[in-house]
């Protein structure tokens, strides 16, 4: 552990602050691997919550467009095998879902959760204790899915575009599953070197794609205009199928949650929010409010441009392209809009449009992996269920890659087949998100907003429970991200329990004058536990007494109380503050913290250090049962307290000449 002044904090003036310190790998690999591990530099990812640059409000768009914006790709096919001929209705109430439902909720968690962590976050705090983290940890499996699932499926769906290109069809038409394996490869390459660039990739991805989408869309409606005849025999096909206006939308309203993936990519918004250029004030402020309102401008741009296209692209879609050429195996299936490029833009600008969205669709899982990483190691080695190497980078794209492969090979490289995974982790983060906002407003009593989140959440539910009914596998599929996800956790909970868990220590002065002045004059620091309670002159005489007869404290020696005062125990790295007091005459050190004998084994550590002499510390023995002290340590952060002491400080101290003293009698 390292001592500093703490005047080098801000608004600090005296006392002292310890930091544990982490040791270095001795290999350059390990060096490599493991950068961004220290948790003094906090999270290195490409969503850090600290950036050394960041960008305008547009250019970050970007970069959660390539995700967003790569939807369409492949949404008005689905739209067309959804709802068929209906598919321009069914789109316009996805729009108005996006427009009056995703973003008003996102744009309230910008305002809420700007530091990145978005509505996950949100319900951290809402819910907290074990309730919160296990929350916590059930909607990460779900975003592991959505983000996991995008890096598979958009590699899937760039390797199918690859096989139908009529130019590239004989070199990768039989080679699909290779191809995908090749570009979730490349991806992780990508992010093994760095991911210092991704903005400015993902400026020149999106405005080249939505250019050529645009040319497509502009070239496809003057042929709509200029051959009318094929609006009205769509609209006789149309009211022939169902007559009733009425019937079409409540069809079109039935079968919006199989076009609930037109609303992937959105959720990720929030999760760029850090890289936003905000005011030069925001740094000296607490809420950031040029960060907050240029993400509340991103989401409603991209929600604008990606509206405007889902219902031009529908329209053209439905219009040009026959019914049985979006069916599996036709040539509109998953590609309408590349169909359409080739039928009337010839196969150069065809093969353009094809590389393009090859592109786009690929960098939309680096996307998806910036939100791993941007995720993982902001929550789960914070709760302690991850090793330290989960703050790294590396290791994690190293991991992420590997299943992505696993997915990749089960479902063999199969779009459809992984499609109700994606909409489910997709869904259920929306639904999430709309929870939270909810909360939010009926705790601010905001009683309108919370009306209108309320309805929005119902919404969102309705779509969620409706897309697990017809595709079930995407909970399954989720279940199995939930259970690693719980069982790695929890197995990391137990292996790190005698972790020293205190990011930092801070003695304040009145702490700091007693351990220096004990230590100066008598050469030690005797500190005696003692369990918070009534807090009377009698109690703390009755137990000064005890401990100097049990445990042959000398009598010209002071001791000093130690008292940790409950917290949150699922909490696993705290900030703690070593408060000094005199209370009926009687000394007493106070630290608040959810983790009894870590917070003690951290304090008599700093007391060494900032003393200089290593102090010894006096417990009783309890009389509960081992089992369950072990059970109650793992899941409250008390029980046997002397005990699992002594072994946090033999874990943290190997030189036993360094190491404080533990007494029990």
């Not at 439902?101 to 949100?122: C, E, T």
């Not at 449009?353 to 992996?369: E, H, K, N, V």
């Not at 060494?608 to 290593?614: C, M």
Request: proline share 5%.
């Amino acid at each position: 552990m390292s001592v500093r002044p703490s005047a080098d904090l801000p608004g600090s003036s005296r006392g002292a602050v310890v930091t544990p310190s982490n040791p270095r790998m001795r290999s350059r690999l390990g060096d490599w691997m493991m950068q961004g591990t220290d948790r003094a530099t906090g999270h290195q990812g490409p969503h850090q919550v600290h950036v050394e640059k960041t960008h305008s409000w547009w250019r970050v768009m970007c970069l959660t467009g390539v995700d967003y914006f790569s939807t369409l790709g492949y949404q008005p096919a689905i739209a067309a095998l959804a709802a068929g001929l209906l598919s321009p209705i069914a789109t316009l109430v996805l729009v108005i879902v996006t427009l009056f439902g995703a973003l008003p909720v996102y744009r309230r968690v910008a305002n809420d959760s700007f530091k990145g962590a978005g509505s996950i976050m949100m319900l951290e705090r809402l819910l907290p204790w074990w309730a919160g983290k296990l929350l916590v940890l059930v909607l990460l499996g779900f975003a592991c899915t959505d983000f996991m699932i995008t890096i598979t499926l958009s590699a899937a769906d760039a390797a199918a575009h690859l096989a139908e290109n009529p130019y590239t069809a004989p070199l990768f038409g039989h080679i699909p599953l290779v191809m995908t394996l090749a570009l979730i490869a490349l991806l992780g390459v990508v992010f093994l070197r760095g991911f210092r660039e991704a903005i400015g990739i993902a400026v020149v991805l999106v405005g080249v794609y939505l250019l050529l989408n645009l040319v497509v869309v502009v070239v496809t409606l003057g042929q709509v205009f200029t051959h009318p005849v094929v609006i009205t025999d769509w609209w006789s096909a149309l009211t022939a199928q169902r007559s009733n206006p009425v019937l079409m939308i409540a069809v079109a309203v039935l079968v919006f949650p199989k076009l609930a993936l037109g609303l992937s990519g959105f959720e990720t918004g929030v999760s760029v929010m850090p890289q936003v250029t905000g005011d030069p004030a925001d740094a000296e402020t607490p809420r950031p409010i040029g960060r907050i309102r240029g993400t509340r401008r991103l989401l409603t741009t991209a929600a604008i441009i990606m509206s405007s296209f889902l219902i031009l692209t529908s329209l053209v879609t439905t219009l040009l392209i026959p019914q049985r050429a979006f069916q599996a195996g036709g040539p509109a299936n998953g590609r309408a809009l590349a169909f359409l490029a080739h039928e009337y833009l010839g196969g150069a600008f065809g093969s353009l449009y094809d590389a393009s969205t090859i592109a786009i669709l690929w960098f939309a899982g680096a996307s998806a992996m910036a939100g791993l990483l941007n995720l993982v190691p902001r929550f789960l080695p914070r709760y302690g269920m991850a090793p330290q190497w989960a703050r790294a980078v590396r290791p994690l794209v190293i991991i992420f890659t590997l299943i992505a492969f696993a997915i990749t090979i089960v479902f063999n490289a199969n779009v459809d087949a992984q499609g109700g995974a994606y909409a489910t982790g997709v869904l259920v983060l929306i639904t999430s998100a709309a929870i939270a906002v909810t909360l939010s407003a009926r705790r601010k009593a905001q009683r309108g907003w919370f009306v209108v989140f309320a309805i929005i959440t119902i919404v969102f539910g309705y779509t969620t429970v409706a897309n697990v009914v017809e595709r079930p596998d995407g909970v399954r599929i989720a279940s199995v991200f939930i259970v690693a996800i719980v069982v790695v956790s929890l197995v990391s909970r137990v292996r790190r329990s005698f972790e020293l868990r205190a990011s930092s220590i801070v003695l304040d002065p009145v702490a700091e004058q007693f351990v220096v002045a004990d230590a100066d004059q008598f050469g030690t620091v005797c500190i005696i536990a003692n369990e918070p309670g009534a807090g009377t002159a009698e109690a703390y005489r009755d137990k000064g007494r005890s401990e100097r007869r049990d445990s042959g404290i000398p009598a010209r020696v002071p001791t000093i109380f130690l008292e940790v005062l409950q917290a949150d125990s699922s909490d696993f790295e705290e900030d703690l503050v070593v408060e000094g007091h005199v209370v009926h005459g009687f000394r007493i050190l106070r630290v608040r913290s959810g983790n009894v004998p870590n917070t003690i084994a951290a304090t008599l550590l700093a007391i060494r250090d900032v003393a200089g002499v290593a102090p010894s510390i006096y417990f009783e023995w309890t009389e509960s049962s081992p089992i369950r002290n072990a059970l109650r340590f793992l899941f409250t952060g008390v029980g046997d307290v002397a005990p699992v002491t002594r072994e946090v400080l033999r874990e943290a101290e190997s030189d036993p000449n360094r190491r404080p003293v533990v007494h029990v009698s």
